[in-house]
C-alpha cells in the first residue's frame, strides 16, 4: 500500500522561499517508470500541475507560472521527493499536493499516471 505524505507549507512573505517535502511509503522513486509530481490548487481554481520529475529523476519539467522560481528533484535515498520554492508570489498561494505514480500505459505527462496523493499541504504568501 502506498502512502504519501506533504510537508513543509507554511506562511511567507512575498519574495521568500519555502521548501516542500513528500514522502512515499511503498514506492519505489528510483524506479525508471516512476512519475511523480507536483500540483496545486488554489480557492476557487481548478488544479494544476506545476511540476514534474521521472526517469530516475533525470527529467522535470514545469508549469510557466513556475519554471525559473521552483526546482522539483528527489533523494533516492530518502525516497524522498522535495519542491524548492523561491521568489513566491501571493499567487502562489494554494495547497500544495504531491502525487506519484507509473508511467505504465500512461506517460508521466498524463493526469491518468499519477495514482497516488498527498492530503496536501497549504502554502500562504502573503504581500
Known amino acids: 500500500q502506498v502512502r504519501v505524505v506533504e510537508s513543509g507549507g507554511g506562511s511567507v512573505q512575498a519574495g521568500g522561499s519555502l521548501r516542500l517535502s513528500c514522502a512515499a511509503s511503498?514506492?519505489?522513486?528510483?524506479?525508471?517508470?516512476?512519475?511523480m509530481g507536483w500540483f496545486r490548487q488554489a480557492p476557487g481554481k481548478e488544479r494544476e500541475r506545476i511540476a514534474r520529475?521521472?526517469?530516475?529523476?533525470?527529467?522535470?519539467a514545469y508549469a510557466d507560472s513556475v519554471k525559473d522560481r521552483f526546482t522539483i528533484s528527489q533523494d533516492n535515498a530518502k525516497n524522498t521527493l522535495y519542491l524548492q520554492m523561491n521568489s513566491l508570489k501571493p499567487e502562489d498561494t494554494a495547497i500544495y499536493y504531491c502525487?506519484?505514480?507509473?508511467?505504465?500505459?500512461?506517460?508521466?505527462?498524463?493526469?491518468?499516471?499519477?495514482?497516488?496523493w498527498g492530503q496536501g499541504t497549504q502554502v500562504a504568501v502573503s504581500s
Open positions: 520529475i521521472w526517469s530516475g529523476g533525470g527529467v522535470t
Open positions: 502525487a506519484v505514480g507509473w508511467n505504465s500505459g500512461a506517460s508521466c505527462a498524463s493526469p491518468a499516471a499519477y495514482v497516488y
Open positions: 511503498g514506492y519505489t522513486m528510483s524506479y525508471s517508470r516512476a512519475c
